[in-house]
């Protein structure tokens, strides 16, 4: 998925849409192994298995919204749950945003869910803070006409702006980033939530870029082991 990004970025296109349905895997062969978490839950039963894929060669497809790099892009590009924040306050975007979404469909790998379930900005926003904490400031101040409404005195308007109570239960029932990967990660949990940490920066221009992240101890020292 990052090598594809790598290959795409060097060519200067940009997928703005990376989400799992768009990343699938090259071969469908897979083995069967026990899944002792849900076998756990059910002592007595011992069918539970797990499918493996053999291989994890993956390919990207989708470049139905792919475009080369401009500037001044504006208008909102991604599936929601993969959008990045440069995107919902209109800052315009480039090849970071692509780089979010690969940072957004990791966590769902790890976890099994996706990171941010919602279906509105400022709620989205809020998620954003909740799990990787206060948005910088000076993103908020330069928001367009349609994403300031989101912004009051400088700071997310939360849980003021709220459209409702559960709105705001769904957003503090989330954990931080860090806590939520050692919930399900046995191992090489460091690495993986300082690759997090890089691909969900805020900042666009502070985000890793695809050739960044694969330098990441997380896929290097992996490397190292299986050698």
Known sequence: MIKGGI??????LIHTDLKPENILLTSPEYIKVPDYRAS???PKDNSYYKRIPKSSAIKVIDFGSTT???QDQSYI??????RAPEVILGLGWSYPCDVWSVGCILVELCSGEALFQTHENLEHLAMMERVLGPLPQHML???DRHAEKYVRRGRLDWPEGATSRDSIK????LPRLQNLIMQHVDHSAGDLIHL???LLKYE???RLTAREALRNPFFTRDYLRRS
């Not at 590009?77 to 993969?82: A, E, G, P, Q």
């Not at 769904?170 to 029932?173: C, E, S």
């Open 7 to 12: 290959v795409m970025h060097d060519l200067h």
């Open 68 to 70: 080369y790099d401009r």
């Open 40 to 42: 756990a839950r059910s």
């Open 196 to 198: 997090l940490q890089g």
């Open 77 to 82: 590009v991604s599936t929601r749950h993969y």
């Open 141 to 143: 101040k330069k928001s």
């Open 204 to 206: 666009p221009m502070e």
């Open 170 to 173: 769904a957003v503090n029932k």
